[in-house]
């Protein structure tokens, strides 16, 4: 299982985010603090301004969200997806991209964080 820690500004609204339109499961919420959502091996830890990984380093720099740093979520029909995924207003930083592994596309949870939706050709 790959565990990955996004910073973001709403523990609440994230979780809506990733269970609602990505399909992840809540496993754990510890408040408005962080919470644990899962997709098959993935495991996303959604940490809010009041958890200890928000707290300021100690050169004074601030964990912020977003950047280009990713997680990759296999999907079996990207086009149907990000076709829903706009309708329902969610922001994407890519139109559809196609490769010699397949096509992506790079969505944006409420925080700014990058999610790279992605389906193998083939």
């Known amino acids: 299982m790959a565990q990955i820690r996004y910073i973001v500004l709403d523990v609440e609204q994230s979780i809506e985010f990733y269970t609602s339109k990505?399909?992840?499961e809540l496993k754990q919420q510890f408040g408005v603090a962080m919470a644990i959502v899962?997709?098959?091996d993935i495991e996303?830890?959604?940490a809010g301004p009041k958890a200890s990984a928000s707290k300021p380093m100690p050169d004074g720099a601030k964990p912020l969200p977003g950047g280009w740093a990713r997680f990759v979520l296999p999907v079996?029909?990207?086009d149907e997806l990000v076709t829903r995924l706009l309708s329902e207003g969610v922001d994407f930083r890519s139109e559809i991209v196609v490769g010699p592994g397949g096509k992506q596309a790079l969505c944006v949870d409420p925080s700014g964080n990058v999610?790279?939706?992605f389906e193998t050709s083939g």
């Open 44 to 46: 996303l830890w959604l």
């Open 115 to 117: 999610v790279e939706l």
């Open 22 to 24: 990505l399909g992840f």
């Open 38 to 40: 899962s997709f098959g």
């Open 76 to 78: 079996a029909n990207l």
